[in-house]
């Protein structure tokens, strides 16, 4: 499946996440979070965190995750729904 990003409402620090086949299909989002984070979230769909920390263990099933900069949130939710 391949992905596009909804970026509308980009100047509010938002970004949906939709499946590119089905164009309005939201299945996920990035939001812009206080001190530049960039999280990354997704409905009905779970990965194994890839770090973990004190919070959640490495391997545990989450539908979230924080990063630093916008562009490795991106590329981080593409890669999510690349053929393997």
Same mark, same amino acid.
């Given at each position: 499946?391949?992905?596009?990003?909804?970026?509308?409402?980009?100047?509010?620090?938002?970004?949906?996440?939709?499946?590119?086949?089905?164009?309005?299909?939201?299945?996920?989002? @990035?939001? !812009? $979070?206080?001190?530049? /984070?960039?999280?990354? %979230? *997704? &409905?009905?769909?779970?990965?194994?965190?890839?770090?973990?920390?004190? @919070?959640? !263990? $490495?391997?545990?099933? /989450?539908?979230?995750? %924080? *990063? &630093?900069?916008?562009?490795?949130?991106?590329?981080?939710?593409?890669?999510?729904?690349?053929?393997?």
């Amino acid at each position: 499946m391949k992905i596009i990003f909804y970026d509308k409402l980009a100047s509010k620090g938002f970004w949906g996440i939709q499946d590119s086949d089905n164009v309005g299909t939201n299945i996920g989002s @990035i939001k !812009k $979070k206080k001190g530049g /984070v960039f999280l990354v %979230s *997704f &409905k009905r769909h779970t990965f194994p965190h890839p770090t973990g920390n004190r @919070i959640v !263990k $490495k391997g545990f099933m /989450v539908n979230c995750l %924080s *990063f &630093k900069n916008l562009e490795d949130a991106k590329e981080f939710a593409i890669n999510q729904f690349t053929e393997k």
